[in-house]
């Protein structure tokens, strides 16, 4: 599906203002069809937008598998995302998108490290050796 005509708003206006369409063609130098179909759009619909439900429906990432996918982060939030694909049957990239762009999640792997405290830094910088010493 091709998409709408960037030059749709001016076509429609030189349209209300009484230009032919013939003229309108010349002007802009744009395809009689697309200023033929804007006309009848504008016509049928009395805007310049698109029509309610243009373009291809999603298949797997619909607002019920996005609840699920929430649901079973709320339940468990380490587990990890191709896990829970494997669980659902659908592919790791779309539950990766699920993840990311609809719930606004980001992935990391929670890190161990060592809490130092000031007198334990201040200690472990006394005993090492001098980074500038002459072997």
């Known amino acids: 599906m091709a998409p709408p005509s960037p030059h749709r708003s001016s076509i429609l206006n030189l349209f209300k203002a009484g230009v032919p369409p013939v003229d309108i063609i010349k002007r802009l130098g744009v395809p009689s069809r ?79 490290a060592a809490i130092l405290y000031n007198e334990e830094t201040a200690r472990k910088v006394k005993k090492a050796p001098s980074a500038h010493a002459q072997w």
């Not at 937008?49 to 619909?62: A, I, M, Q, S, Y």
């Not at 709320?74 to 694909?85: D, E, L, T, V």
């Not at 494997?86 to 609809?102: F, H, L, N, Q």
Request: proline residues 4%.
């Open 34 to 112: 697309t200023v033929y179909d804007s006309i009848s759009r504008f016509k049928k619909l009395g805007t310049f937008l698109d029509r309610c439900g243009r373009g291809r429906k999603p298949t797997v990432v619909t607002p019920d598998r996005i609840k699920a996918v929430k649901e079973r982060i709320r339940r468990n939030p380490h587990r990890s995302i191709r896990k829970m694909a494997k669980g659902m049957k659908i592919s790791s990239r779309s539950m990766g998108r699920i993840v990311k762009d609809k719930l606004k999640l980001t992935c990391y792997r929670v890190r161990k």
